[in-house]
């Protein structure tokens, strides 16, 4: 496929959480949700499209002397560099994907000689990438996952590893996209267990759970995310409170990912947290139910030979793998070498990478005969429209079974948005949103979201949003929020 970028767009408005997300080092309270808007020309036809993400604290960048300001600049800053870089590189009609891993690479080497993390390098490329995707599939009138199988995009992953020469991504998808999947609730630093646990005078009145015990009555969650500190005791002690939940509602029936957000400086102290579970008698159940470990190991040492020997000895019994250092196109190879067994995906890393990924997920698992090597479903706090359901029909596309998902949990649902989109939203996804107690937010049926209505021409969603209600970035200003 052949197309020229004619436009693009960027707009932000401001959101603000009904609780605060504790997650690593960051607090999240309130943050500017990006839209980009793209217009493409592809065969004489004029589409445009849309992407979206929340520019969140301490994510991207962990660096201490960096405060959420001058974050959200350098992530403005990386939005601004890919909008011109594609743009130059799309100028006229050009053949997408090897046109794509040029700019994400241009973008890569910019970012290094502004000292930026690679990791909002993918996130600028990704943001843009999107955007022309959901143009091309609208383009074409097709969905998401039936562009990717029928390789509209001339995704050729022999350009990227060499191991998958000769492959394209319709060797490792599932047939059809996943129409419904399990949602792992996070479970944040600052999350209440139980309703007892909410301090006096900082009860919710909204009608929707607030402790996770109300998640698991209420919506019958029974996949879990849980982060963790690295206070050894604390952690050892919130995950026997957390068990003790669970066993009395689901008794053995739940799953569980730990997350360790970089938290873990020394490979040993880890280590030795992981010893202090499984040597625990009342944290039997939790441990036989954990899937994966997320990156408990700061980026900086993470894929280093100072963790390989951790790294491989706690993967034999779970799976540890890699998402804050899947910050290039090799990053999950080098991983793999250095004994870690999956990678998470989201699309704020990239939609294309996490494609790629699984494939390397296959290739590793003797193309599909083994289940050694993992592929989890992450998210940065996505809320609707555009991000989170985008984000979900990648997750469908993908197969996955269960995706960590909590920006319900954490925002007002769509509140943040103007009424006519989130009233266009429940019309057009009614199996995703629901009406309850004055909010339009995601629907959980027995611990699950229906998403069959995700597959409609473009990325995940019908409802395009109003670029005219949002501020564009030389209009938006930090103090706006708030903080």
């Known amino acids: 496929m052949q197309l020229a970028l004619k436009e693009s767009q960027l707009g932000l408005r401001n959101s603000t959480t009904r609780l605060p997300f504790r997650y690593g080092v960051a607090s999240l309270i309130r943050c500017p949700q990006a839209i980009l ?3 493409i020309e592809c065969e004489g036809q004029a589409r445009q499209g849309f992407s979206g993400d929340c520019l969140p604290p301490s ?7 960096k405060g959420f300001a001058e974050q959200v600049d350098d992530m403005l800053r990386v939005i601004g560099l890919a909008q011109k870089v594609f743009a130059d590189a799309f100028a006229r009609e050009t053949a997408f994907f090897p046109t794509w891993l040029s700019c994400h690479e241009q973008l890569q080497q910019q970012c290094v000689s502004l000292g930026l993390p690679l990791l909002l390098a993918s996130f600028g490329s990704s943001l843009v990438e999107r955007a022309i995707v959901d143009a091309a599939c609208r383009r074409y009138h097709v969905s998401f996952a039936r562009a990717i199988r029928n390789n509209l995009l001339d995704i050729d992953p022999g350009l990227v590893e060499r191991d998958l020469y000769g492959t394209t991504p319709s060797d490792w998808l599932p047939a059809e996209p996943a129409r419904s999947t399990f949602v792992r609730h996070t479970v944040g630093l600052g999350d209440a267990l139980t309703v007892e646990d909410i301090p006096p005078g900082e009860q919710l009145s909204d009608g929707w759970p607030q402790a996770l015990e109300e998640y698991v009555t209420r919506r019958r969650v029974r996949y879990f995310k849980v982060k963790v500190a690295n206070r050894l005791e604390e952690d050892l002690d919130r995950l026997r409170r957390l068990a003790r939940v669970l066993q009395r509602h689901h008794g053995r029936d739940y799953r569980l990912t730990l997350d360790g957000n970089e938290q873990y400086k020394r490979p040993e102290d880890f280590v030795v947290f992981v010893g202090g579970i499984r040597g625990d008698g009342e944290l039997e159940t939790l441990w036989d139910n954990v899937l994966a470990i997320e990156q408990p190991f700061d980026r900086a040492i ?49 939609a294309i990478k996490s494609l790629l990924n699984a494939g390397l997920t296959w290739l590793a698992n003797d193309r599909g005969r083994r289940h050694e090597f993992t592929m989890t479903g992450e998210d940065l706090c996505t809320v609707g429209i555009v991000p989170l359901q985008a ?7 993908l197969g996955l079974a269960h995706v960590e998902r909590n920006g319900h949990h954490y925002h007002p649902g769509l509140s943040y ?18 009406a309850d107690h004055a909010i339009i937010g995601p629907k959980i049926t027995d611990g699950r979201f229906d998403i069959g209505s995700l597959q409609c021409p473009g990325f995940g969603f019908a409802v395009e949003p109003d670029m005219s209600l949002m501020a564009p970035p030389e209009a938006w200003t930090f ?3 708030g903080l």
């Open 302 to 350: 993470a894929l280093t030979p100072l963790c390989t020997s951790a790294v491989r000895e706690l993967s034999r019994s779970k799976p540890v793998i890699i998402d804050e250092s899947d910050d290039t196109l090799d990053a999950y190879p080098r991983a793999i070498q250095a004994g870690y067994r999956g990678v998470s995906s989201k699309n704020c890393k990239g």
């Open 59 to 65: 994510w991207f960048d962990k660096s201490p002397n």
């Open 417 to 434: 948005l103007p009424d006519t989109e989130r009233r266009a939203a429940l019309s057009a996804h009614g199996d995703l949103y629901t």
């Open 391 to 397: 984000d979900l029909c990648l997750a469908a596309t």
């Open 37 to 39: 808007r793209v217009v």
């Open 479 to 481: 103090d706006s929020l």
